[in-house]
C-alpha cells in the first residue's frame, strides 16, 4: 500500500504538466523572441518587450512552481499566488501601453488573458492541494 504522502491524484498530475508545460513552451518561445534574430520573430509581428522579457524569465518561475505542486510544497501555493498576481501587474501596464497608442499584436491581449486566468486557476488549485494534504497526514498520525 502506498502512502497518503506519495499519492497524487488526477488533478495534481494535470496542474504539474500544464505549469511545466507551459513553462518550457514559454521559455522557447520567449528565448526565440528575445535572442534569434529571424524569420520567427518577424512572424510575432508587433511584440512588446517587456511583455515577451516578463514571460521568458516567467516561464521558469512556471516550472518551478509546477515542481512545487507535484511534491505538494506549501512554498508552490506562494509562488503560484505570485505568478498570477505579478501577471496581473504585467497585464495591467500592458493595457496602459495599449492605451497610450503602443503597437502591439491582438494575441498577446489574449495570450495575457489566458495567463493571468490560468495562473489564478493553478494558484487556487495548489492552495487546495497543500491544503488536502496537510489534513489528509493530519488525519493519519
Not at 80 to 96: M, N, P
Amino acid at each position: 500500500m502506498i502512502p497518503i504522502s506519495l499519492k497524487r491524484s488526477p488533478s495534481v498530475w494535470l496542474m504539474t504538466i500544464i505549469a511545466v508545460l507551459f513553462g518550457l513552451i514559454t521559455i522557447k518561445s520567449g528565448g526565440t523572441v528575445l535572442f534569434v534574430d529571424g524569420e520567427f520573430r518577424q512572424q510575432v509581428g508587433n511584440y512588446v518587450p517587456f511583455v515577451v522579457w516578463f514571460n521568458f524569465i516567467a516561464g521558469f518561475a512556471y516550472v518551478i512552481a509546477g515542481v512545487g505542486i507535484w511534491k505538494r510544497k506549501r512554498w508552490a501555493v506562494l509562488l503560484a499566488a505570485l505568478i498570477a498576481l505579478v501577471t496581473l501587474v504585467v497585464f495591467s501596464i500592458f493595457t496602459v501601453y495599449i492605451f497610450d497608442g503602443g503597437l502591439y499584436e491582438q494575441r498577446t491581449l489574449i495570450a495575457m488573458s489566458g495567463r493571468s486566468l490560468l495562473w489564478i486557476f493553478i494558484g487556487y488549485f495548489a492552495y487546495k492541494a497543500v491544503q488536502t494534504e496537510q489534513k489528509q497526514f493530519e488525519t493519519i498520525r
